[in-house]
C-alpha cells in the first residue's frame, strides 16, 4: 500500500501539465512526484507499479513496458502482459527519456560533411539488425556489458562501421535486452504452439551470489531446448508440494496436454513433486535422469578394490612424468619417434567422468614407450614408478579395466546429446551389461562377479520398464535380445501407459494385437530399418493403417528426453555469467540472457547470417558447441595440469569423503521414487535380456534419430477400467498360434 503523504504527491503530480502526453504504458503506474530540492531544472517524474508496488524514482517508458512484459512478479492481466511484450517485440513506442536519444546535454559543435555522408549509409534497420546483433554477441559469448562503452571497442564498431551508434552499457543491459528477449519469447511461443510430447526438465542451483536458481526448462522431440523460466527461490522452502505448484503453473502456462514428461535428477522432494504432477495429469511420465544413474554404476565400479589399487597406480604414473621435467620430456621424445597418437599420459579427475577410461587409455597407448624408458632410462624413474610398471599383470589389468569404462564413457558422452532418446539409454545399457560378461576373468577372478553385482544392484533401483518399451518400438532392434517373458512385461507397459493417455477397451485390445504383428513382422510393419536413410518417425509414418495406435505410442515413447543434461549445461553458462565481476546480476536480467542463449543456439542456423556457411551440417553444429560453450572441459585441456594442481591435490581424501557420502545420498535420492517405477523390477538384468544374443551383437553400434510425432484422431470406445490381464492372455494366445503357423 501506498501511504498517504504518497498518494498526496501523487495527486498533486497527477494535475495536467503542458508538454509532449505521457505514454500509455503510465496508466498502469501511479505517478510519483520529482524531488524539486535539489534546484535542477530537468526534473523527471517517479513512477510505482499498481500491481506489485514497485518504484523507479524516475520513470522511463521503456523500463516501464519491459517490467509490465517480462517482470512484474505480480502479473497483470494476461491481456495487458501481451500487449506490452507485442509493444517490446514490433519496438513500437517513443521513449523519450532514454539516455541514447537525449540531445540537450550534448554540446553543438559544427561536425563535418564526411560525417553526415558516412551516418546516412546507416539506415534505420541497417542500425537495428546491427544492434540486434551486438546484442546476440554479448549474450552469447558472455561478454561483460561494460565493454560496450571500452574507447577500444567503440573504436573497433566505427571502424567497421562508421555510422552504427554505439549504445551505452545502461541501454544494452535494459532496452536493447529486453526488446530481443520479448523477440525470442514470441517466436519460441509460435514454435511451441505447433510442438507435442514436450518434456519438461528442472534443477536447481546455488549461485556464487548465493541465490537459490532453479531451473524450468523445455524439451521438444527434436533436440530443441528453449528456458521458460529462472526462479529464484531463495524465500522458499524446496518441499515437494511446493515444488508441485511451482512445476504446475509451468506447464499450465504452455499447455499441459502438449507434456508428456518430466525429468529431474533424483532427490526425493523433486521426485514426490513429479508424482504428484502426474497424479493431476496421468499422461505426464515422471522420468528419473539416466545421467545420474550412469555416474553412480561408474563410481561403484571405481571403488572396487582391484579399480581402485589400478587407478591409484595409473595416477602415480601420470602424477611422476608430468612432474619430472627429464622424465616428462623423455617420454614425450618416445611418443614422437613411436608415432604414438592421442597425446601423452591423461589424469583421472574425480569430478570428471570419463577421464577414468582417458587415464587408463593413455597408459595402454604409452604402454612400449614406457617399457623403453624403463630398460634404457631407469635410472629418471623412482623405486614407486618402478615396482608398478614391473609388476606381472599390471598392463593386462589396466587393459581389463579400460574395457569395462569404454562403455560408460561412450553413454556418458552420449547422454550429452540434444536427441539422446529412452531407446539410446537401453542400448548403452546393454552394451554395458555385454562388456562387463565379457570381461577377462584371467587378471583377478574375482573383478568381473563384483562388476555384474554392481551392474544388477543398479539395476533394480532403475526404472526399465520406460526404457524397454523404447528398446521394443525401435524398428532397428524389436524384440532383439529380449527373453521369451519379456514381452508380457512390455505388453503391460504399453497398455498401462495406454489407460493413463484415455485409452479404452477397444483400442486396448487393438494396440496389443498391433504390438504383436510388429513384433512378428507382420505387415505392415515388415519394412526394413535401414540406418542412415530412415528415422523412427519417417519409418513408423510409413506404417499405415486404421487407427495406428501403436504408432501413437511409438512416436510418444521416441519423443520422451531421458537425461537432466540440458539444465546443467545452462548451469554452467550462469556461471560462466556470473564470474567474480558479474555477481550484481540480477535474476530478471540473467534469465532473459538465458532464455535468449538457450533459443539462439537451438535455433542457430538461422540466427547466423554469415558465419561457418562453407561448413557441413556436423561441423557447422561440432564448431557452434566449442563456441557457444567454451567453459566445457575440452575447451581446457590445455590448462588441465593447472587446474588439478589447484583443485584436486587432494584427490584421496576427495574421493574417501565422496564415497563415504554415496550411501546416505542414494538412500535420500530413491526413498520416494515408488511412484516413478510402477513394475517391479527385483530381478536381475540376465532376466529380462540376453546379451549372447547373436542378432543382437549385430546391431549394437546402430545409432538412433528421433524426430517430431504425429497425433492420430481416433474414437475409442468400451470400458476405460479395462483389465489388463486378460488383454494380454488373449494376444499372447494368438501370438503363439501365429508363431505355430509360421513355423509350420
Known amino acids: 500500500m501506498i501511504d498517504s503523504e504518497d498518494e498526496l504527491l501523487i495527486s498533486i503530480s497527477n494535475r495536467k501539465r503542458p508538454g509532449h502526453p505521457k505514454n500509455e504504458v503510465w496508466q498502469h503506474f501511479n505517478t510519483i512526484p520529482a524531488d524539486s ?59 523519450n527519456d532514454d539516455d541514447n536519444s537525449s540531445k540537450r546535454s550534448k554540446p553543438y559543435k559544427q561536425s563535418k560533411i564526411t560525417n553526415h555522408v558516412e551516418r546516412l549509409t546507416v539506415t534505420d534497420d541497417k542500425q537495428r539488425r546491427c544492434s540486434r546483433a551486438l546484442t546476440k554477441f554479448f549474450v552469447t559469448c558472455g561478454v561483460p556489458l561494460w565493454i560496450v562503452e571500452n574507447p577500444f571497442f567503440i573504436d573497433y564498431l566505427k571502424e567497421l562501421c562508421p555510422g552504427f551508434q ?42 556464487p551470489a548465493g541465490q537459490s536458481l532453479y531451473i524450468f526448462l523445455i524439451m521438444t522431440s527434436d533436440g530443441k531446448e528453449y528456458i521458460h523460466s529462472l526462479k529464484n527461490f531463495f524465500k522458499n522452502s524446496h518441499t515437494g508440494e511446493f515444488l508441485k505448484n511451482e ?8 499447455g499441459a496436454e502438449k507434456f508428456c514428461s518430466i525429468v529431474s535428477d533424483h532427490a526425493s522432494n523433486v521426485v514426490l513433486a513429479k508424482n504428484l504432477v502426474s497424479t493431476k495429469y496421468p499422461h505426464i511420465f515422471p522420468i528419473r535422469c539416466i545421467a545420474h544413474h550412469i555416474n553412480l554404476l561408474s563410481s561403484d565400479i571405481i571403488k572396487l578394490n582391484w579399480a581402485t589399487n ?46 577414468a577410461y582417458d587415464c587408463t587409455d593413455s597408459i595402454i597407448r604409452c604402454k612400449n614407450a614406457l617399457k623403453q624408458i624403463l630398460e634404457n632410462e631407469s635410472q629418471l624413474l623412482n623405486l614407486e614408478i618402478i615396482s608398478i610398471l614391473r609388476k606381472q599383470n ?71 520398464d520406460y526404457y524397454l518399451l523404447a528398446y521394443f518400438l525401435h524398428p532397428k532392434y524389436r524384440d532383439t535380445g529380449l527373453q521369451i517373458n519379456t514381452f508380457r512385461i512390455i505388453c503391460e507397459k504399453a497398455l498401462s501407459i495406454w489407460k493413463l493417455l484415455g485409452g479404452r ?22 519394412f526394413e530399418f535401414v540406418t542412415g536413410i530412415h528415422t523412427v518417425k519417417n519409418w513408423w509414418l510409413m506404417c499405415k493403417q486404421q487407427n495406428n495406435h501403436i504408432q501413437k505410442l511409438a512416436l510418444l515413447m521416441a519423443s520422451i528426453v531421458p537425461s537432466n543434461a540440458g539444465c546443467e549445461r545452462y548451469f554452467s553458462i550462469l556461471g560462466w555469467y556470473m564470474n567474480k565481476r558479474r555477481t550484481s546480476l540480477n535474476c530478471s536480467l540473467l534469465q532473459n540472457m538465458l532464455q535468449m542463449h538457450a533459443y539462439y543456439v537451438s535455433n542457430i542456423s538461422n540466427e547466423i547470417k554469415h558465419a561457418y556457411k562453407e561448413l557441413s551440417d556436423e561441423g557447422f553444429e561440432d564448431t557452434v558447441t566449442k563456441t557457444t560453450f567454451p567453459f566445457d572441459d575440452e575447451i581446457f585441456d590445455e590448462n588441465d595440469d593447472e587446474l588439478e594442481n589447484n583443485q584436486f591435490e587432494n584427490d584421496d581424501e576427495l574421493e574417501n569423503n565422496q564415497f563415504e557420502n554415496d550411501n546416505e545420498l542414494e538412500n535420500n535420492q530413491f526413498e520416494n521414487n515408488e511412484g516413478e517405477n510402477q513394475i517391479s523390477n527385483s530381478q536381475n538384468f540376465d532376466s529380462f535380456f540376453n546379451v549372447t544374443d547373436i542378432e543382437l551383437r549385430r546391431v549394437l553400434e546402430i545409432e538412433v534419430t528421433v524426430e517430431i510425432p504425429l497425433s492420430t484422431e481416433y474414437t475409442d470406445s468400451g470400458e476405460q477400467d479395462f483389465n489388463i490381464e486378460s488383454i494380454i492372455n488373449k494376444s499372447l494366445e494368438r501370438r503363439e498360434s501365429g508363431i505355430n503357423n509360421i513355423t509350420e
Open 37 to 95: 530540492t535539489n534546484g535542477k531544472k530537468d526534473l523527471h517524474s517517479g513512477a510505482a507499479c499498481k500491481f506489485c508496488k514497485q518504484k523507479w524514482s524516475r520513470g522511463k517508458t521503456s523500463e516501464m513496458i519491459a517490467h509490465l512484459a517480462l517482470q512484474c512478479p505480480k502479473p497483470p492481466p494476461p491481456e495487458v502482459r501481451a500487449l506490452y511484450l507485442e509493444i517490446l517485440n514490433n519496438g513500437s513506442f517513443d521513449d
Open 166 to 207: 554505439v549504445p551505452k552499457r545502461t541501454i544494452l543491459s535494459t532496452t536493447m535486452i529486453n526488446v530481443e528477449t520479448a523477440t525470442v519469447i514470441a517466436e519460441m511461443k509460435k514454435k511451441l504452439s505447433n510442438e507435442t510430447n514436450l518434456t519438461l526438465g528442472l534443477d536447481g542451483w546455488t549461485s
Open 247 to 254: 512445476i504446475i503453473k509451468v506447464i499450465e502456462e504452455v
Open 310 to 355: 589400478i587407478i591409484t597406480c595409473c595416477k602415480k604414473i601420470v602424477t611422476f612424468f608430468k612432474q619430472s621435467h627429464a622424465g616428462g620430456a623423455i617420454l614425450q621424445q618416445e611418443i614422437v619417434e613411436n608415432m604414438i597418437k592421442g597425446g601423452g599420459l591423461k589424469k583421472y579427475v574425480i569430478t570428471r567422468w570419463t577421464t
Open 394 to 464: 599390471f598392463f593386462r589389468n589396466v587393459k581389463d579395466l579400460r574395457t569395462i569404462l569404454l562403455p560408460i564413457k561412450k553413454a556418458i558422452i552420449n547422454l550429452e546429446h540434444k536427441s539422446t532418446t529412452l531407446a539410446d539409454c537401453f542400448i548403452n545399457l546393454v552394451i554395458m551389461a555385454t562388456a562387463i560378461k565379457e570381461l577377462s576373468q584371467t587378471s583377478n577372478q574375482n573383478f568381473s562377479k563384483e562388476c555384474q553385482n554392481v551392474f544388477d544392484k543398479r539395476w533394480k533401483e532403475f526404472n526399465f
Open 505 to 526: 477397451e477397444k483400442s486396448a485390445n487393438e494396440l496389443i494385437a498391433q504390438i504383436s504383428n510388429y513384433s512378428l513382422k507382420s505387415k505392415p510393419y515388415d
